[in-house]
């Protein structure tokens, strides 16, 4: 029989906490939980977590500063960060300090469990699919290696968040193919909600910042007007090569 995935829960608001741990358990996964940041960051060095759910505002050492280390650690632990913190600022500096994903308070509980199930999915197929590749994608300007999730562009190494790294693994496994924000979703956060596309844009555009020469024109993240988005498939020597001059628009 399979070992439970085991959740580590850092938030302060005990009354949360316990009605999140029910809810957990209920899907049969082990929670443990700490209300303090220092014991939530001890807990997190002991190893062994499948998800950490972390709050921002914490007594002792706060979210940000344990989703830092968690990332420095060597064992990937997938983070959903939960905070009364709603504003752009805080998200986006979660995300970037590499965060899979981000609920405001209140939230409903039921779909932070649905998040919780859908990482743990996505994570288990990224590392099937690792598993299966073994070996780097290279397209051109690109080379990107799943087992130890590194990528260089035009030849130079450049950091990724833990989700930007897997949205364009993929649309490296597809080069050339369309994928709507919808598509993205489900395949690459691993679940469908209306209203989260704009989750896709913001990724979309963060990740053109890094690797686009110009991200206001962009030739490698093409937008497909109407249909979603495509990595270019580089034009073989003596074509002209795919750009997003004429593409580069919202996708519907």
């Given at each position: 029989m399979d070992q439970p995935k085991r959740i580590l829960i850092v938030e302060d608001d005990v009354d949360?906490?316990?009605?999140?741990?029910?809810?957990?358990r209920d899907e049969r996964?082990?929670?443990?939980?700490?209300?303090?940041?220092?014991?939530?960051?001890?807990?997190?060095?002991?190893?062994?977590?499948?998800?950490?759910?972390l709050d921002?505002?914490?007594?002792?050492?706060?979210?940000?500063?344990?989703?830092?280390?968690?990332r420095a650690m060597t064992r990937y632990t997938p983070i959903i960060i939960t905070s009364a913190r709603s504003s752009e600022v805080h998200r986006i500096l979660g995300l970037e300090l590499g965060a899979d994903d981000y609920l405001a308070k209140p939230f409903s509980?039921?779909?932070?469990?649905?998040?919780?199930?859908?990482?743990?999915?996505?994570?288990?197929?990224?590392?099937?699919?690792s598993r299966?590749?073994?070996?780097?994608?290279?397209?051109?300007?690109?080379?990107?290696?799943?087992?130890p999730r590194e990528a260089t562009v035009d030849g130079k190494p450049i950091e990724l968040t833990p989700r930007e790294f897997d949205l364009l693994y993929y649309f490296a496994q597809h080069p050339g193919k369309v994928f709507s924000r919808m598509d993205l979703?489900?395949?690459?956060?691993?679940?469908?909600?209306?209203?989260?596309?704009h989750t896709v844009n913001t990724h979309i555009n963060r990740l053109r910042m890094k690797i686009e020469t110009d991200p206001a024109q962009p030739e490698r993240i093409l937008t497909v007007w109407g249909r979603g988005y495509k990595l270019a498939v580089p034009a073989a020597p003596g074509t002209p090569g795919e750009t997003g001059t004429r593409q580069n628009q919202d996708a519907s």
């Open positions: 949360i906490a316990n009605v999140l741990s029910l809810h957990l996964y082990e929670v443990v939980h700490s209300a303090d940041g220092n014991e939530g960051l001890r807990l997190l060095e002991q190893g062994g977590w499948d998800v950490l759910i921002l505002m914490l007594p002792g050492v706060d979210g940000l500063e344990i989703c830092r280390r968690a509980l039921l779909e932070l469990v649905a998040r919780v199930k859908a990482l743990l999915r996505r994570v288990e197929a990224m590392a099937k699919d299966i590749d073994a070996g780097s994608l290279e397209i051109a300007w690109l080379t990107i290696d799943p087992l979703l489900n395949a690459v956060w691993g679940y469908q909600h209306e209203g989260y596309e």
